[in-house]
């Protein structure tokens, strides 16, 4: 039996105004290209780059973030290669003196954090390439892990998390689909404590291509090996269509690029950039909370860590309604039960029904106030509105932005309150269908909720569901 040993590389474009060494707009997806440019990042000669500050620092927090040391002295290295998307023939990156080192994250040492310069972007046509040079220059942060993996799903497990930190620091947007982080896989196979030979599969796009794609190079390495076939030390490309693994080159070696100290970016030290924090809750710390504070379970909580804007509405959207029910409580307290019903209801109104309004839209562009939201939860914590009435009451609000208690007036769908008026529905139903009514006399419990359905539609979702219950139940025991 093989054993999988995997090592990921990341690269994140840095959320910054400008360029890495230019004062060019950091915009790589222009609708026009070649717009954000300028001689520093199209390489002319004779021009001198300066180092963005506030890229180093995001790079200083997001070590700090990771538990990585960081160093007091750095500086910038020249990696030379020649490709058309790299106008000065080299790329100015981080070689033997990274910004950040030995981290760790989930159990997964973190060997290295290191800021350069991203490339142009190239763009293929049916029988030429374009080149889009509005990319060449951006700032790029590429973390590297020890090969601490063994399975595609413990490699798409720890490209999330990172993803995940990256936006709360808000270092970086992270947007895989629009190129802003790609994962690269290195990938060998071993049945000895020695690493095999290792394989890399490049620029993977999707958290779901590097899983699939770490277990179909397992699968084929395995096969060759116990083919006795070597394997080659190469970089690998992944085919979405026929989900599999391809050659691209030979693998390079680091002394391939002829690393040498970039001449025109002197050293730089971690005391210039004064007082660096991570200063923001962590995704697992706010895990850790979230199952404490709000009672939630697995799956709530990773729909709201995985949004940091729909946690922050649902917090929000909690402590207001926790204020409504203090305001109403003589002593100003929340009991514990009545918050974890409360925490139930908001949670389970926001994953189930706001999300459905929203589409693929962001909770920060809603009309809807954490206020509102959380007025409309107590009034149907408190069964002053049925649940069919508060779907449609949330409906409205999504549409206008009004308060509940103005919807709820303005379309008559405040409660049913006169036991009369609901008897009256109730006596109506049970007289037009004798058939449920003989099948719960029979002990069919469904039979009921037959006619309770009935009893909602007619009273417009206005009536309380268990007072039609308790009505429907007292009517058919006098027949």
Avoid at 130 to 141: A, I, Q, Y
Avoid at 195 to 206: D, Q, R
Avoid at 454 to 472: F, L
């Amino acid at each position: 039996m093989y054993k999988p040993t995997i090592g990921l590389e990341i690269h994140a474009q840095l959320k910054s105004a400008s360029k890495m060494f230019c004062s060019c707009m950091n915009d790589s997806y222009a609708e026009e290209p070649n717009i954000h440019v300028c001689p520093v990042c199209l390489g002319h000669p004779g021009t001198l780059p300066t180092a963005n500050k506030e890229a180093i620092k995001k790079v200083y927090r997001a070590g700090l973030a990771l538990n990585c040391s960081l160093a007091q002295v750095s500086k910038f290295d020249r990696k030379n290669y020649f490709y058309p998307d790299l106008p000065k023939g080299y790329q100015i990156s981080q070689y033997d003196q990274p910004l950040c080192f030995d981290g760790s994250l989930n159990g997964i040492r973190i060997k290295r954090i290191h800021l350069e310069e991203d490339t142009g972007r190239l763009i293929h046509e049916k029988d030429h390439s374009l080149v889009d040079f509005n990319r060449s220059g951006v700032p790029l942060m590429e973390l590297v892990t020890e090969p601490d993996m063994h399975s595609g799903k413990e490699a798409r497990d720890i490209a999330e998390e990172l993803r995940s930190i990256f936006r709360y620091l808000e270092v970086s947007d992270a947007n895989m689909e629009r190129g802003q982080m790609r994962v690269e896989v290195n990938i060998s196979l071993s049945k000895e404590e020695k690493l095999g030979t290792k394989v890399e599969i490049k620029n993977l796009n999707s958290f779901q291509s590097v899983e699939r794609a770490v277990d179909y190079e397992i699968k084929r390495q395995t096969e060759l090996l116990e083919k006795g076939e070597p394997i080659a030390q190469e970089t690998r490309g992944w085919s979405e269509e026929k989900q599999e693994t391809f050659s691209q080159r030979e693998k390079e070696e680091a002394h391939d690029y002829r690393y040498f100290p970039e001449p025109d970016v002197p050293p730089f030290h971690l005391k210039e950039f004064g007082d660096i924090t991570v200063g923001v809750e962590l995704p697992q710390a706010k895990r850790d909370r979230f199952k404490e504070e709000y009672y939630l379970g697995e799956k709530e909580i990773e729909i709201f860590i995985s949004d940091r804007d729909l946690a922050n509405y649902f917090e929000n959207c909690m402590s207001e309604a926790l204020n409504w029910v203090k305001e109403s409580d003589k002593k100003g307290e929340v009991k514990e039960k009545e918050k974890k019903d409360l925490s139930k209801t908001v949670s389970s109104y926001i994953i189930s029904d706001l999300l459905g309004l929203l589409e693929n839209g962001s909770v920060k562009d809603i009309l809807i106030t954490p206020e509102n939201f959380a007025e409309l939860m107590v009034l149907l914590h408190r069964k002053e509105v049925p649940s069919k009435v508060a779907k449609q009451v949330l409906k409205e609000m999504f549409t206008s932005g009004a308060d509940p208690s103005h919807i709820i007036d303005e379309k008559g769908l405040s409660q049913m309150d006169d036991e009369g008026e609901i008897e009256s529905a109730v006596k109506e139903v049970i007289e037009n269908n004798g058939k449920a009514v003989d099948d719960y006399k029979k002990g069919k419990e469904g039979a009921i909720q037959f006619l309770i359905g009935q009893v909602m539609a007619k009273t417009k979702g206005r009536a309380v569901p268990d007072k039609v219950k308790s009505i429907i139940e007292k009517l058919i025991e006098r027949r």
